[in-house]
């Protein structure tokens, strides 16, 4: 397991994908809390909406994120891949395929695409994890959608502070940047409900 790993960390080095991959991380996350937090508001602020439906919307929609997430990202790193193999490939005049670079033309999209697909399928389970809980009947101390709410804004600036741990800014201004976004979503969400 740990050689596998080492190898596909290899691979991301030599094709320079590991910034793609943590971009993907934190925009397809982003994408996917503030889908859900946009959802979930809407669903509160109509005050109609059971838990066990909010789950399932709230589900379907992560497996949409997810699967379009994937799906995109595989065709278009593939391409890229193809694309920078076929023209390095051209510059050795030889063929690469059984070589490191062959691989990882291969293996890399796979990895992005799975990163890309999981992170907002990921962070929007999470969030609607006090939704579920309340369609089992599993009491919270909270009202489940103002703890799914809550949920959403915490992962929002988690996501940000991880961008300015990235960028070696200040992660607290990142984080709350982050979350002033998520505020204005959910205020024009509840604008548009009244």
């Not at 278009?76 to 051209?90: F, M």
């Not at 063929?95 to 799975?114: D, F």
């Not at 979503?185 to 548009?192: F, G, R, Y």
Request: some cysteine.
């Amino acid at each position: 397991m740990i050689n596998w790993i080492k190898q596909l960390s290899f691979l991301l080095h030599i094709t320079g994908s590991r910034g793609i991959a943590r971009r993907y991380v934190v925009v397809n996350g982003f994408d996917g809390a503030l889908t859900m937090l946009g959802l979930i508001i809407g669903f509160h602020t109509s005050g109609e909406t059971s838990a066990t439906v909010a789950v399932s919307v709230c589900l379907g929609a992560a497996i949409a994120l997810s699967v379009s997430g994937v799906s995109s990202a595989y065709l278009s790193e593939a391409a890229e891949r193809r694309k920078a193999l076929r023209e390095l490939e051209k510059a050795m005049i030889v063929t690469l395929e059984t070589s490191a670079h062959g691989r990882a033309s291969r293996l890399v999209p796979i990895m992005i695409a799975l990163v890309n697909g999981l992170s907002p399928l990921l962070i929007s389970v999470l969030i609607t994890l006090p939704l579920w809980l309340a369609s089992q009947q599993i009491p919270l101390p909270v009202d489940p959608m103002n703890a799914s709410i809550g949920m959403a804004f915490v992962l929002i600036f988690l996501l940000g502070t991880y961008l300015g741990k990235i960028e070696h800014g200040f992660w607290l201004w990142s984080g709350i940047r982050a979350v002033l976004i998520a505020v204005i979503t959910s205020a024009l969400i509840i604008a548009l409900e009244r």
